[in-house]
């Protein structure tokens, strides 16, 4: 089993910046892929980023590229979304997944964290 803990995020004005943070803990040696999703109110949870940990390619979301990076500490067991000029389309509850699958395709996450609240104003 792996768990996931999300932290970061809050309430900004659109212009502004969040670091999110995953801390991840079990048997993590089986993960292969890490990655953050996003569901605003009313809407489909949508894949914002992922990262394949065993070398480190990325894959984001037409909507957040150029503005997300996303980024691991393998010491600290941790995965990180820094998000810069963030923008109220941008609001909405951000999960940390994890898969053991390598292929990092959406369905294939199987653990998931409780979530962090994002909130962006024009």
């Known amino acids: 089993q792996v768990q996931l803990v999300e932290s970061g995020g809050g309430s900004m004005q659109a212009g502004g910046s969040l670091r999110l943070s995953c801390a991840a803990s079990?048997?993590?040696?089986?993960?292969?892929?890490m990655a953050w999703f996003r569901q605003a109110p009313g809407k489909e949870r949508e894949g914002v980023v992922y990262?394949?940990?065993?070398?480190?390619?990325?894959s984001y979301a037409n909507s957040v590229k150029g503005r997300f990076t996303i980024s691991e500490d393998n010491a600290a067991n941790a995965v990180y979304l820094r998000m810069n000029n963030l923008k109220p389309e941008d609001t909405g509850m951000y999960y940390c997944?994890?898969?053991?699958?390598?292929?990092?395709?959406?369905?294939?996450?199987?653990?998931w964290g409780q979530g962090t609240q994002v909130t962006v104003s024009s």
């Open positions: 997944a994890a898969t053991e699958s390598g292929f990092c395709t959406a369905a294939t996450y199987n653990y």
């Open positions: 079990g048997y993590i040696n089986s993960i292969r892929c």
């Open positions: 990262i394949y940990t065993g070398g480190g390619t990325r």
